[in-house]
């Protein structure tokens, strides 16, 4: 079945740019979408349609979708990024969230 | 100001029901496809189903097909997900969220969420 592969643990240092990947067979034929989840609070939309960015979501953050790979990228990483964060595509009628991957600002 | 509010959470034994609710505001209801997905205790998001605009259209992921039922009554501006064979697997956090687009949906926003726990 099709599936999404994330790493589970992305580090990085204030002010440099991390990048969170998602993988899956030909995924640049599926629009991904990225959602930033706090602890204890709902999920947030911050990317939808593979590079869109939502009113209000900071311009830091961007997206791209190429080959089997997906990626977030947020640059100037501020400590207020660290957070779970989720790709989802479509397959078939079925919705698919990556395992999530853990940003770690130190 | 788009809102979800969901509600009816709650402790129920293995093999019981359950329905839960989701109430809407700040947008057209009735124009917008809606979803619900769930989190069980420290672990990812996982789709559980979407159901379109009218209600003509239902979608299920595979551990849940058979079981859990998705409505919505647009004149009350309300999402329903009715729960049955409840297994232990099925504890975790519900979600509803507004899901936009045409044949492929991004879900926001999302609702603050109710816990469903499973256990005798």
């Known amino acids: 079945s099709y599936e999404l592969t994330q790493p589970p643990s992305v580090s990085v240092s204030p002010g440099q740019t991390a990048s969170i990947t998602c993988s899956a067979d030909?995924?640049?034929?599926?629009?991904v979408y990225w959602y930033q989840q706090k602890p204890g609070q709902s999920p947030v939309l911050v990317i939808f349609?593979?590079?869109m960015r939502p009113s209000g979501i900071p311009e830091r953050f961007s997206g791209s979708n190429s080959g089997n790979t997906a990626t977030l990228t947020i640059s100037g990483t501020q400590s207020l990024d660290e957070a779970d964060y989720y790709c989802?595509?479509?397959?078939?009628?079925?919705?698919?969230f990556g395992g999530g991957t853990k940003l770690t600002v130190l | 100001e788009v809102q979800l509010l969901e509600s009816g959470g709650s402790l129920v034994q293995p093999g019981g029901s359950l329905r839960l609710s989701c109430a809407g505001s700040?947008?057209?209801?009735?124009?917008?496809?809606m979803t619900w997905v769930r989190q069980a205790p420290g672990k990812g998001l996982q789709w559980v189903s979407t159901?379109?605009?009218?209600?003509?259209?239902?979608y299920y992921a595979d551990s849940v097909k058979g079981r859990f039922t998705i409505s919505r009554d647009n004149s009350k501006n309300t999402l329903y997900l009715q729960m049955s064979s409840l297994r232990v697997d099925d504890t975790a956090i519900y979600y509803c969220?507004?899901?936009?687009?045409?044949?492929?949906?991004?879900?926001?926003?999302w609702g603050q969420g109710t816990l469903v726990t499973v256990s005798s």
């Open positions: 030909k995924l640049e034929h599926q629009y």
């Open positions: 349609r593979d590079t």
């Open positions: 700040g947008f057209t209801f009735s124009s917008s496809a």
């Open positions: 989802q595509a479509w397959d078939s009628y079925i919705a698919l």
């Open positions: 969220a507004k899901a936009t687009g045409t044949t492929s949906n991004w879900f926001d926003p």
């Open positions: 159901i379109s605009d009218s209600g003509d259209r239902t």
